[in-house]
């Protein structure tokens, strides 16, 4: 076939296509494609772990400090030590003093504003070695042994998801949100 | 033999490039000319032995000539408190031009890299929108795409340096946090889109499917502007380092909020306040506030040759080269200095800097012999410059060890071996 040929056939071919509206140009919308499939969010219960500060993705449960204990002498304290204390530097989740005069110890007590943070990341994440195999019932109860240890909440406080976002943390005022100045 | 005459472009050796292009001298090696040619100039060249019989046949999958050298990721050292926890560094040192190849981009893991199973894996978009949906890998592949070059660093890049003491490292080891690719994928606006976000959206939390299932908020005009659901690098798909076989990809941000693996966008009206945000690639100033959100890399650049541990062998002109990026916008302008500082010299840019890419800069130096600091500085299209480390230091303290841009130093002592100092 001669290139002159060639070419005319293939100009054939894409004039059918076009009155077929299969190579309308990309982003209009006889093109566009949508092949998200619809979903429910309660078929997300089990998938969306998002755990935020205004209570929203908080599942039903809640624990005290005092049953948060065995949770976490069972599950974390290879990592945390006993009362929160750590076996190396990011491993310590308690104490610390962010007006001390030498650099700070930045842990859950001394630095995070956020006690839903605390909830998410443990479901999300911990125990380092088996994320994910701790019940809801059981992320409360080791958030509040973790606050407990930090002398945020008492021993015998329950936490659930309206107490817990209740929770003022200690350096909740110390965050300044740089996202604007971009 | 004839005299010839340097134009001097700064202090203790930076020369003018194009006064060397007239006189025929450029291309030195940083590490000394070695071509068999060049060692013995009066040498009778023969036909070499590989030119006078067939070579290997061509193979499924490439590799690196036996001769080109060991090129090496620098990856810590596992520990058994963060499994999988950890990362490896790319070899700037021993790269040129401003791709880095996937074996060699850095990588840094929270828990591991996931072996995903793309039949498997969905990636979901819910929260503010008008239906939540679900993707499989196969549609979103369907999805018409779009290619970007930009590099991506660690926020925690160089952040040993900001605390000074000993540093004797590479520029992999003190700076390797830093990569450059092609990145291909599909605008996370189309995505958006299809799902119709809400007004009151403010955020996109992004998930990613490892163990640790890490988090990150991004801020919707972020996520509307340049973001890419991206699907490969540099033309193949993603590796399962870099996030196989989805990632998120936020161009000029911190490394760690282009969030791999991903799994999850959820359209919020704040953001989730994940503990990588919260906690962690978080900066602590001198007065305890802590910065938050703080999300594009600072102008910044890096002589990678000659640089740290590396040996000049005798005086003589060398090629001063390495990259600079900012997360702002397009590098501008790159200057370099052999004496500490106090003056500085242009630097020729390799080709035309990108936007929030790597951009490779050269210039002539010739060592005399005697000590020297080479620096280089490099300014953005933003009109960002890069800051010398007091001023860093002046500005942030040690509290906190992310996002340091400042300027870094490489001496140079008597005998050509080359370290990191603090000037």
Redesign the interface.
């Known amino acids: 076939m001669s290139m002159s040929r060639r070419t005319a056939a293939w100009g054939r071919i894409l004039a059918l296509l076009l009155c077929a509206g299969w190579l309308a140009p ?2 209009s919308q006889e093109a566009r ?9 309660d078929q ?1 219960s089990g ?4 755990a ?3 209570g ?1 993705g908080m599942p039903p449960g809640a624990g005290t400090a005092r049953q948060g204990r065995s949770v976490y002498e069972l599950n974390c304290l290879r ?1 945390h030590a006993v009362n929160g204390e750590g ?2 530097g ?2 310590v989740i308690a104490g610390g003093d ?2 001390s005069e030498e ?2 110890l ?1 842990t ?1 007590g001394s ?4 006690a ?2 605390l909830f ?2 443990i479901r ?2 911990m125990p ?2 088996a ?2 195999t701790l019940s809801d019932d059981e992320v409360y109860q080791v958030t509040a042994y973790v606050l407990f240890l930090n002398g945020i909440v008492g021993e015998d406080e329950s936490i659930n998801s309206e107490t817990l976002t209740a929770i003022a943390m200690p ?1 909740g005022d ?6 604007h100045l ?1 | 033999m004839k005299e010839l005459q340097w134009e001097k472009a700064a202090g203790n050796g930076l020369l003018n490039r194009r006064h060397l292009l007239q006189l025929g001298l450029t291309g030195l090696g940083a590490a000394g000319a070695s071509a068999a040619f060049g060692q013995d100039a009066g040498a009778i060249l023969q036909i070499p032995e590989w030119s006078r019989m067939p070579g290997a046949n061509a193979s499924a999958y490439g590799e690196r000539s036996r001769y080109a050298g060991d090129l090496q990721r620098m990856a810590g050292t596992p520990d058994p ?3 999988g ?1 950890g990362s490896s560094r790319t070899p700037l040192q021993f790269l040129q031009g401003t791709i880095t190849p996937n074996a060699l981009h850095f990588e840094r893991h ?2 591991g890299i996931p072996d995903i199973d793309p039949a498997g894996h969905t990636l ?3 929260g503010l929108v008008r ?6 890998y196969e ?2 592949l ?3 795409m779009v290619s970007r070059i930009n590099f991506l660093e660690c926020s925690g890049n160089s952040g040993a340096l900001l605390r000074g003491g000993n540093a004797d490292g590479t520029a992999q080891s003190l700076h390797g946090l830093l990569s450059c690719a092609e990145w291909t994928g599909v605008p996370l606006s189309t ?1 958006l889109d ?2 119709g976000v809400s007004p009151e959206a403010r955020w996109v ?1 992004a ?1 990613g499917a490892d ?5 990150r908020s991004v ?1 919707i005009e ?1 996520a509307l502007d340049d973001v890419l659901v991206a699907l490969y690098q540099n033309g193949e798909p993603i590796r399962p380092g870099q996030g196989y076989p989805v990632r998120l990809f936020c161009p000029g941000w911190e490394g760690n909020i282009s969030v791999k693996w991903l799994t ?1 966008l ?1 359209l ?3 953001p ?4 990588d945000e ?2 962690k690639y ?1 900066d ?1 100033m001198p007065d ?9 890399m600072g102008v910044k650049s890096l002589i990678t040759s000659p640089s740290g541990r590396m040996n000049l062998p005798r005086p003589g002109i060398y090629q001063v080269t390495g990259v600079a990026w900012s997360g702002h916008g397009a590098i501008r302008r790159v200057e370099v200095s052999a004496d500490g500082g106090a003056t500085w010299a242009e630097a020729e840019m390799q080709a035309e800097p990108g936007d929030k890419a790597l951009a490779r800069f050269t210039i002539p130096w010739e060592w005399s012999g005697g000590p020297a600091v080479l620096q280089s500085r490099a300014a953005d299209s933003a009109g960002n410059v890069q800051p010398v480390r007091d001023e860093v230091l002046a500005a942030r303290g ?2 906190s060890f992310y996002h340091n841009n400042c300027i870094q130093s490489w001496g140079v002592d008597d005998g050509g071996a080359i370290s990191n100092v603090y000037v």
């Open positions: 990309a982003g494609i949508q092949l998200g499939t619809p979903i429910d969010e997300l998938f969306d772990l998002i935020a500060p205004d929203s990592c076996v190396s990011n491993t962010m007006r650099s700070p930045r859950v630095y995070w504003p956020h839903s943070t998410d990341f999300r994440a380092a070695d994320p994910k350096n110390g965050f300044v949100d740089h996202s971009h | 408190i963060y499994p926890g929270h828990a979901v978009i819910n239906q939540p949906l679900a993707f499989s549609n979103l369907k999805y018409p995505l299809e799902a939390a998930v163990a640790a299932s890490m988090g801020p972020k999850q959820k919020m009206r704040e989730a306040q994940f503990r919260t906690s978080t602590t305890r506030s802590s910065l938050q959100f703080t999300f594009p040690t509290i």
